[in-house]
């Protein structure tokens, strides 16, 4: 069965370090998004990206990230200088064209010490 | 923007018993999904369900679109069923492939 696959699962970096999570959706999938929780919090919406370009962000999706699909594949999300409060599990998930299930990953938990 | 409740907060079981998970929501929906967040953190997918029951072993799922509201029902839990279970639906009408999730609801379910 298809599914939605993030890489790393868990990333250390420390404080004001780039990070680039990176997420490869469903194949014939043509609509993306990242999602943020934040330790024992609910999952947040951050940014959804269709057509090589930002359809919907929040206004937790500031100058400090970006979202790029570099190439058929990958999908990913930059954070440039990142802060402790960056700390969160981030969620990549996919959508296909004509329906409106999301697939999600399984997430890559980020530390920023 | 849409309004998510999910009852109860927290559920203890015993390994065995029956429960019914809920989710209100306060405007139509297009889409509603439930998900399992297991106590590593990964947020597996359930169930795509804006109308109607589905079944998928133990566990099953009804959205009466018209009331507003969803059910989970896990039958004879087990202790890998702890984790949190979130519902999540669209913000708005017109914007069904972004999701809004509730704050879940923390299933222990003891031996």
């Known amino acids: 069965e298809p599914e939605v696959t993030q890489t790393p699962s868990h990333q250390v970096t420390q404080m004001g370090q780039e990070v680039i999570l990176r997420c490869v959706p469903i194949?014939?999938?043509?609509?993306f998004y990242w999602y943020r929780q934040i330790l024992g919090q609910k999952v947040e919406f951050l940014v959804s990206?269709?057509?090589?370009?930002?359809?919907?962000k929040s206004e937790i999706f500031d100058d400090q990230f970006s979202v790029e699909r570099p190439d058929g594949s990958n999908f990913t999300l930059k954070i440039r200088s990142t802060k402790l409060e960056d700390s969160a599990m981030y969620f990549c998930?996919?959508?296909?064209?004509?329906?409106?299930?999301?697939?999600f990953g399984q997430g890559t938990r980020l530390t920023v010490v | 923007g849409i309004q998510v409740e999910q009852s109860p907060p927290d559920l203890i079981l015993q390994e065995g018993a029956n429960s019914t998970l809920r989710c209100n929501f306060s405007?139509?929906?297009?889409?509603l999904q439930w998900f399992h967040q297991n106590p590593w953190g990964q947020l597996i997918n359930l169930f795509y369900i804006p109308s109607g029951t589905k079944q998928n072993g133990r566990l099953s799922a009804t959205t009466v679109a018209t009331e507003r509201y969803s059910l989970l029902y896990i039958s004879s839990s087990q202790t890998t069923d702890s984790g949190v279970y979130f519902c999540a639906v669209p913000p708005s009408p017109g914007s069904a492939r972004q999701l809004t999730f509730g704050s879940g609801t923390q299933l222990t379910v003891l031996p």
């Open positions: 405007d139509s929906v297009n889409n």
């Open positions: 990206f269709y057509n090589n370009e930002i359809s919907e």
């Open positions: 998930a996919s959508g296909g064209q004509g329906e409106t299930e999301a697939f």
């Open positions: 194949s014939n999938h043509l609509y």
